[in-house]
């Protein structure tokens, strides 16, 4: 059973938070350092981010596995298919 009051919950929580801001602050580097920040800009798509987006931030690691699906993605199917990192910014942001 889960003890919301101990101290290591909180600490897992913590700790949950900071990965995700880590792993997204890392990814949006890598992605901006290979497309360019003027380019994603103007290749950015309109997709809005779906209504269960916004749970994730309530759940400490589930962003940052969201984050890490799309690492995997990027290595296994563009980077591993002979695509660019602007095909997968345009994946990630367009309907």
């Known amino acids: 059973m889960i003890d919301f009051t101990s101290p290591e919950f909180y600490s897992y929580t913590i700790f949950g938070v900071i990965l995700n801001f880590v792993f997204s602050m890392a990814l949006g580097v890598y992605l901006s350092n290979n497309i360019g920040v003027e380019e994603m800009v103007l290749s950015k798509g309109d997709q809005e981010q779906p209504w269960w987006m916004f749970l994730t931030l309530i759940i400490p690691f589930a962003k940052m596995t ?26 990630l942001t367009s309907k």
């Open 66 to 91: 969201i984050t890490l699906y799309r690492v995997a993605i990027l290595q296994f199917y563009f980077l591993n298919e002979g695509k660019t990192h602007k095909d997968f910014w345009v994946y």
